[in-house]
Nanobody, 128 residues
């Protein structure tokens, strides 16, 4: 199975930017749809964005559209989340995830579906 390790979290002021990275190991990276989820204090985990194994098809939750960009580097087995125009409500632990479903399922994730493998998370704090 694939192992996932996030990095790039930290403290940033509102309006600022951060780029999260997720390094995958242990299995063929292109076998997986990849995604980012987040969990704010006292709230349930929520879907943020996903990307197909080709990197071509992406899905975003409405609250991050136009501000966040998900991408993947299949040559180096890395998933990214570029976060711009950050808001205090973006504060959360961000998790990288991998789905072994061979068919891309963006709508499924938007409707609360999860993925099969998870990283340990990286904390993003946005101050006002």
């Amino acid at each position: 199975q694939v192992q996932l390790a996030e990095s790039g979290g930290g403290l940033v002021q509102a309006g600022g930017s951060l780029r999260l990275s997720c390094t995958a190991s242990g299995h063929t990276f292109t076998d997986y749809t990849m995604g980012w989820f987040r969990q704010a204090p006292g709230k349930e985990r929520e879907f943020v964005a996903s990307v197909s194994w080709t990197g071509i098809v992406t899905t975003y939750t409405d609250s991050v559209k136009g501000r966040f960009t998900i991408s993947r580097d299949n040559s180096n087995d890395i998933l990214y989340l570029q976060m711009n125009s950050l808001k205090p409500e973006d504060t959360a632990v961000y998790y990288c995830a991998a789905d072994r479903n061979p068919y891309y399922a963006g709508t499924y994730y938007l409707n609360g579906g999860g993925m099969d493998y998870w990283g340990k998370g990286t904390l993003v704090t946005v101050s006002s």
